[in-house]
C-alpha cells in the first residue's frame, strides 16, 4: 500500500485529439487508506451515478473498472495500475458514448510521495 503523505500527481491525456498535462498535490492520509482505498484512486465527481464494477488493489497491482450512467449515454471508466510505498501509475482509458457518438480518452497519472501532509 502506498504511505499516507503529500503526493506530487501528474496526469497526461489526451482527450479528442488535444494532449492535455496537469500537476497537483494531494494529500493521502493514513485513515483513507485504512479506511477506503477505494475513494483515494476511485473516487469519481458522478460517483451518484456510477457503479464499480470491480477493484483490486494488492501486491503492487491495481485494476479498476466503473460504468457511469450519464443523460444521454455512459462512460465507462477502465484503469490498470501498480503502486509502491512511494509512488503510483496508473493507465486509464475513459471511453464516452452517446445516441451518435462515442469518445475515447486516455490519461497517465503518476503520482510521487514528496513528503508528509
Do not use: W
Request: net charge negative.
Amino acid at each position: 500500500m502506498p504511505r499516507p503523505g503529500n503526493y506530487e500527481v501528474t496526469t497526461s491525456s489526451n482527450f479528442g485529439g488535444l494532449p492535455v498535462t496537469q500537476t497537483l498535490t494531494s494529500c493521502i492520509t493514513a485513515e483513507q487508506l485504512e479506511t477506503d482505498p477505494q475513494k483515494v484512486f476511485a473516487d469519481a465527481p458522478a460517483a451518484d451515478n456510477c457503479s464499480l464494477e470491480e477493484f483490486n488493489m494488492a501486491d503492487g497491482v491495481l485494476t479498476m473498472r466503473m460504468n457511469c450512467k450519464a443523460e444521454d449515454g455512459s462512460i465507462y471508466v477502465s484503469t490498470d495500475g501498480s503502486y509502491t510505498h512511494n509512488s503510483y501509475t496508473m493507465n486509464t482509458t475513459i471511453t464516452i458514448n452517446t445516441a451518435d457518438t462515442e469518445i475515447i480518452s486516455d490519461a497517465k497519472i503518476t503520482g510521487k510521495r514528496i513528503g508528509d501532509c
